[in-house]
């Protein structure tokens, strides 16, 4: 195939030889070997050169396909001789970056020291990209559906208690006989859809409380940039108060007890899974609490 689409390239069996280093009579016994095998004519003569026929023309652009596929192979092997393993890892809008920082932190450090690829996106999408491949691993607020067309594991890596922050002036305006001072307060919250929106607003009716409920979000970071301005109240693991207060400015203002939020690791059925997967599944746990 190599001295076919060099001679089709070249317009000629000579220039082909000189092209490869290879003589006339070894192109050529080549060639007729090919259109054997093919059960076609390749080339037809004219003048001096040669030109493709109908079934030649076919079969270059096959050709042209499989040595610009072999050229990225060569190119994707120098690259991963002098690059870290890729890790695509998919994380869902609902799950705090706090909590995504934690848990992919560890895959960038010896022994693994990979090349982190994190993609955001839609539960649903990230999934079928999983499914597709075309992801190692998805992180979400949720455990993988039971589907015969998804062949899922999802592993639990953590549940961590939530608590209501907020800014320095919420605090002291809210704050001093939680929770029953929370009636009217602003709120920020999760998107309907999100799982813990349903467990923060049955504590909210179990407390007879009736916020004012002033954005929803199922951007977890979004949600936190509003609050940081001081526009509501919002929710967040309890465990990351340092990290809230450093990252948003908000002051943790009671515990909604009962309340917890779970992450989960998603990926598909593999005999060999990937070795940073087993280390986010066994140390997850502890890094969400530490």
């Given at each position: 195939m190599l001295y076919f689409w060099a001679v089709a390239k070249e317009g000629s069996i000579t220039r082909a030889g000189e092209r490869l280093g290879l003589s006339v009579q070894t192109i050529s016994t080549q060639l007729s070997l090919l259109e054997r095998q093919l059960g076609q004519a390749l080339f037809a003569p004219q003048g001096r050169s040669?030109?493709?026929?109908?079934?030649?023309?076919?079969?270059?652009?096959?050709?042209?396909?499989?040595?610009?596929?072999?050229?990225?192979?060569?190119?994707?092997?120098?690259?991963?001789?002098?690059?870290?393993?890729?890790?695509?890892?998919?994380?869902?809008?609902?799950?705090?970056?706090?909590?995504?920082?934690?848990?992919?932190?560890?895959?960038?450090?010896?022994?693994?020291?990979?090349?982190?690829?994190?993609?955001?996106?839609?539960?649903?999408h990230l999934l079928g990209e999983l499914a597709l491949n075309r992801l190692d691993l998805v992180i979400a607020d949720r455990s993988a559906p039971q589907r015969a067309n998804l062949k899922l594991d999802s592993h639990l890596l953590g549940n961590v208690g939530i608590s209501l922050f907020g800014s320095a002036a919420l605090c002291d305006q809210f704050g001093k006989a939680f929770p029953q001072q929370l009636d009217g307060a602003p709120m920020l919250l999760p998107a309907r859809n999100n799982p813990l929106r349903g467990a923060i607003d049955a504590w909210l009716e179990?407390?007879?409380?009736?916020?004012?409920i002033v954005g929803e979000f199922s951007d977890s970071a979004l949600l936190k940039t509003f609050g940081r301005g001081g526009l509501g109240l919002f929710p967040a693991p309890a465990a990351m108060h340092a990290d809230i207060l450093t990252q948003f400015q908000a002051h943790p203002l009671g515990p909604l007890q009962g309340v917890s939020e779970s992450w989960y690791a998603i990926s598909t059925h593999k005999r060999v899974p990937h070795p940073a997967i087993q280390i986010i599944e066994n140390l997850g746990g502890q890094r969400l609490i530490s």
């Open positions: 040669l030109v493709l026929t109908e079934s030649g023309r076919t079969v270059l652009v096959y050709a042209d396909q499989i040595f610009q596929i072999g050229g990225k192979l060569l190119q994707a092997v120098a690259e991963n001789a002098h690059t870290r393993p890729r890790f695509s890892v998919g994380i869902t809008d609902a799950v705090p970056k706090l909590i995504a920082f934690r848990l992919m932190e560890i895959v960038l450090q010896p022994p693994l020291k990979l090349r982190l690829e994190c993609i955001e996106g839609d539960f649903e179990s407390h007879e409380i009736c916020p004012e």
